[in-house]
Structures are given as structure tokens and as C-alpha cells.
């Protein structure tokens, strides 16, 4: 039980092109489904909070007009990089929460942008 | 900030118990310890969480010392596949939002 699927696990794209990100918890209803990246040789860094059929909350100093995070039901959140570039190129997690304070992350999506 | 610190890297010899610390003496009295993993290029993997009490499942056991300023995570019978890196976690007060740390670089060495 508790799993949590990403799409696509990868993803190369030109600079300048959006980019959309899909997570899905498949066996549970989430509450609240979390957006996180990751630089190599890094820790994980909390971006968004969202929650079903709400606005999502940005942490300090991520740009909400560049990374869209659409909550449109209980199953599956979406995560739009919005005029990708370069530096924008990451491990892009997101965790899903049902009832309880327990998350369970998705196996990531690498993003690369030329 | 995240509210836990452990060690940047720790080496277990394949066969043995390897075991993992963790301060959190800022955590408060009803907020859950989580231990998560992540094996490279994956997203983390969930392994145990505990409160007060000491607590066992199939993949590993937590202890938590009395004061709940510190515990340590067991696995007791490393292998080379439980090479990861460790979080333990103590979620943003009255949120549910994890700050992950540096985590322990655990290697696991035939």
C-alpha cells in the first residue's frame, strides 16, 4: 500500500518550453501532496505545499509564477515548470499524505533543460 | 531549519547492525520522529516512525531515549542493498511539513 507515482520519470527539453510534471497517489486518497527538488549531492528542498481543490503554498524564494502546482483532486497533483532553463534542470520529487503525518514519495522526475 | 542533526556518513560491515543516530532536542513532546531512505536517483523510501515508545517493524527498529532528545535507528542485519542515505526527520511545528536535512551517507561494505 502507499504508493505514489511520478510522470514521466524523465524529461529533456529545450529552453523556453514548459514542462508538466504529474503525481499520483494510487492506492490512497491524499490530503496533501508535497513538491520537492533536489541538486546533486544534496538534500531535499521543500518547494510547495497543496491541497486538494486549493491554492498551493510556495516556500520562501520559490517563484510561484514559474512553478505552477495544480491539486485538481485526491489522487494527483500537477507540477508545471513554466519557461524552463538550465538552471531549472533537477530531481523533482513530490509526496503524497493521506489521514495521518506520514508521507510517501514518488520516485522523482529528472528534468534537464538545454 | 531542519531539526534534526546526524552524522554526514557512517560505514557497516555486511552482516552486522548498522546504527544510525539522530539529535532532536527541539522536536516537542507530541511530534512524531520519522527515518526515511533514499537509494540514488530514487525518491525516499518510507522506513519507520516513532513517538515515545520504541518501535520494530520488518525493515528496521527505532529507539527513542526517554527524554526524546535523540534516537537511533537499527537495521540488524545490514546488507549491501541497505546502502542509502538516512533522513530522520521531525516534521515543522504544527505543519506537516518534512525540512529535510543532510542525512547520514550510510555504506554498507562486503
Known amino acids: 500500500g502507499a504508493v505514489v507515482s511520478q510522470h514521466p520519470s524523465w524529461v529533456i527539453c529545450k529552453s523556453g518550453t514548459s514542462v508538466k510534471i504529474e503525481c499520483r497517489s494510487l492506492?490512497?486518497?491524499?490530503?496533501?501532496m508535497f513538491w520537492y527538488r533536489q541538486f546533486p549531492k544534496q538534500s531535499l528542498m521543500l518547494m510547495a505545499t497543496?491541497?486538494?481543490?486549493?491554492?498551493?503554498?510556495?516556500e520562501q524564494g520559490v517563484e510561484k509564477d514559474k512553478f505552477l502546482i495544480n491539486h485538481a483532486s485526491l489522487t494527483l497533483s500537477t507540477l508545471t515548470v513554466t519557461s524552463a532553463h538550465p538552471e531549472d534542470s533537477s530531481f523533482y520529487i513530490c509526496?503524497?499524505?493521506?489521514?495521518?503525518?506520514?508521507?510517501?514519495f514518488g520516485p522523482g522526475t529528472r528534468l534537464l533543460v538545454l | 531549519d531542519a531539526k534534526t542533526t546526524q552524522p554526514t556518513s557512517m560505514d557497516c560491515a555486511e552482516g552486522r547492525a548498522a546504527n544510525l543516530p539522530c539529535n532532536h532536542s527541539t522536536i516537542s513532546g507530541n511530534e512524531y520522529v520519522y527515518w526515511y531512505r533514499q537509494i540514488h536517483s530514487q525518491g525516499p523510501q518510507y522506513i519507520i516512525h516513532g513517538l515515545k515508545n520504541n518501535e520494530t517493524n520488518e525493515m528496521a527498529s527505532l529507539i527513542i531515549t526517554e527524554d526524546r532528545k535523540s534516537s537511533t535507528l537499527i537495521l540488524p542485519h545490514a546488507t549491501l542493498r541497505d546502502t542509502a542515505v538516512y533522513y530522520c526527520?521531525?516534521?515543522?511545528?504544527?505543519?506537516?511539513?518534512?525540512?529535510f536535512g543532510t542525512g547520514t551517507r550510510l555504506k554498507v561494505l562486503a
Open positions: 526527520i521531525g516534521p515543522a511545528s504544527g505543519t506537516y511539513k518534512y525540512i
Open positions: 492506492d490512497f486518497q491524499a490530503t496533501t
Open positions: 509526496s503524497a499524505r493521506a489521514q495521518q503525518e506520514t508521507q510517501y
Open positions: 497543496s491541497n486538494e481543490g486549493s491554492k498551493a503554498t510556495y
